[in-house]
């Protein structure tokens, strides 16, 4: 079974916008949180990652934003651009190596 | 540098067919990973290598599936009698710290099992 439940399945923005994806879990074990970009025929590539004990992290356009209560965790892309265009998924481990992932969001920017 | 390699990029095969998957990690790289993704989903966790022994192979999903690092770099996975419920994309990954941060994945090997 899915131990990290990610939503939406999938979202259109028009360029500029605000992509928000989602994703919870349940292990409260887990203690490493990435998210992961992912073009067509390309494998997945970290794009930034947070540990528990911080509520908020930003790289560039990208934040991250952590709810350990909630068990959930969000990624907001700001100003979205076509470029961002791409599948999304959310990740959690509890031993650092072992990577369970949401089922992603495929994200679409009109221009 | 180079990124993880991986080869074939795509393979197909007769069911009840054996199949070796290669993955060439970054150099360097002592940790290495390999995830099946089937359709639209998130990449699952198969085996993961630190140097040369498999530290975790719970992701296996049957004795069917194998892999083996001999020197502590390359790696092969390698399915046995294949079925057409094997046909998915097969993401190696490898990262330099032993902890697992930072994986860098290939551009995976897919699989198609007639």
């Known amino acids: 079974q899915q131990q990290v439940k990610q939503s939406p399945q999938s979202l259109i923005v028009q360029k500029g916008g605000i992509s928000i994806i989602n994703c919870a879990y349940e292990n409260t074990a887990f203690d490493y949180f990435p998210w992961y970009q992912q073009f067509p025929g390309k494998g997945p590539a970290l794009l930034i990652a947070i540990r528990p004990d911080v509520s908020e992290k930003k790289e560039g356009r990208f934040t991250i934003s952590f709810n350990k209560s909630a068990k959930q965790f969000s990624l907001h892309i700001m100003d979205s651009q076509p470029g961002d265009s791409a599948t999304y998924f959310c990740?959690?481990?509890?031993?650092?190596?072992?990577?369970?992932f949401g089922a992603g969001t495929t994200v679409t920017v009109r221009a | 540098g180079a990124g993880v390699s991986q080869t074939p990029s795509n393979k197909v095969t007769e069911k009840g067919k054996y199949v070796e998957l290669r993955c060439d990690p970054i150099s360097g790289h002592t940790a290495l990973y390999w995830y099946r993704q089937s359709l639209g989903q998130g990449p699952e966790f198969l085996i993961y290598f630190q140097g040369t022994g498999a530290a975790d192979d719970s992701g296996l999903p049957n004795d069917r599936f194998f892999a083996v690092r001999p020197e502590g770099s390359v790696s092969t996975l390698k399915i046995q009698r294949t079925e057409r419920g094997d046909s998915a994309v097969y993401l190696c990954?490898?990262?330099?710290?032993?902890?697992?941060?930072?994986?860098?994945f290939g551009p995976g090997t897919r699989l198609t099992v007639t």
């Open positions: 990740a959690a481990s509890e031993n650092d190596y072992k990577l369970s």
């Open positions: 990954a490898s990262s330099l710290d032993p902890s697992g941060y930072e994986q860098y």
